[in-house]
């Protein structure tokens, strides 16, 4: 099992619809997580972290589940914008950067 | 504040060949990182620094070398270019202990090994 999985996509959704991305991890005593957001050909840049009581940032709801050891992105009303990767990072005894889920909006 | 500078943003090397990425951050990141990325696999840590002359491998160190003279400043030099080196190199910096807060990334160097 990889240590950090996620569907690699794309998600093909309209503009305003809602979506959501999750992400397994195998190791149990990992601390934090966290959601990146990757532009095409650009750098990672922090998106949110994920707290266990879960956590929201305008449009963007993370949660976290330990007992299934995944986390997950909800986005609502999703935006031309939004379309980019996600990548899910997670730091048990590493930091681990999971492959990314695409993300598509289209008008 | 300009954040992470990493340059070259591309380069194309022989086979054999050596070069320095350079990477200097303005925030005075104690932690600082090099990462690479290659199509369809997550970030890996190449190596990392704690502070100014403690540097330390990561996942994936063989075929590089660091070095952390100042808090600013942590180049990653690749000796003996190899085709398996051709990837997206991003430097990153953090106040807190990796994994624990924030990674600020560079915008990248592009690297192809011919």
Redesign the interface.
Same mark, same amino acid.
Do not use: A, C, D, W
């Given at each position: 099992r990889k240590e950090?999985e996620q569907d /690699?996509g794309p998600f093909n959704v309209p503009e305003g619809a809602t979506v959501a991305f999750n992400c397994t991890y195998s190791n149990s005593a990992s601390?934090?997580f966290?959601w990146y957001r990757q532009d095409c050909? #650009?750098? /990672? #840049? +922090?998106l949110m972290?994920v707290y266990s009581s879960g956590n929201e940032d305008g449009r963007f709801t993370a949660q976290l589940n330990r007992a299934s050891q995944y986390i997950s992105l909800l986005i609502r009303d999703s935006k031309l914008s939004d379309s980019a990767t996600y +990548?899910c990072v997670v730091?048990g005894d #590493? !930091?681990? =950067?999971?492959?990314?889920t695409r993300l598509q909006v289209f008008p | 504040n300009a954040g992470v500078t990493q340059t070259p943003k591309f380069r194309i090397l022989k086979i054999g060949q050596s070069m320095t990425l350079q990477c200097t951050q303005d925030m005075n990141h104690n932690y600082m990182y090099w990462?690479r990325q290659d199509p369809?696999?997550? !970030? #890996? !840590?190449i190596y990392y620094s704690v502070g100014a002359g403690i540097t330390d491998k990561g &996942?994936v160190p063989n075929g590089y070398n660091v070095s952390r003279s100042t808090t600013e400043d942590f180049p990653l030099r690749l000796e003996l270019a190899a085709p398996s080196q051709t990837s997206v190199y =991003?430097c990153a910096s953090s106040y807190w202990v990796? @994994?624990?807060g &924030? !990674?600020f =990334? @560079? &915008?990248?160097s592009r690297l192809t090994v011919l």
């Open positions: 950090v /690699p601390q934090s966290f050909r #650009k750098e /990672p #840049k +922090l972290s +990548l730091n #590493k !930091l681990i =950067f999971g492959t990314g | 990462y369809g696999m997550g !970030l #890996k !840590l &996942e =991003f990796m @994994g624990t &924030e !990674l =990334f @560079g &915008e990248g």
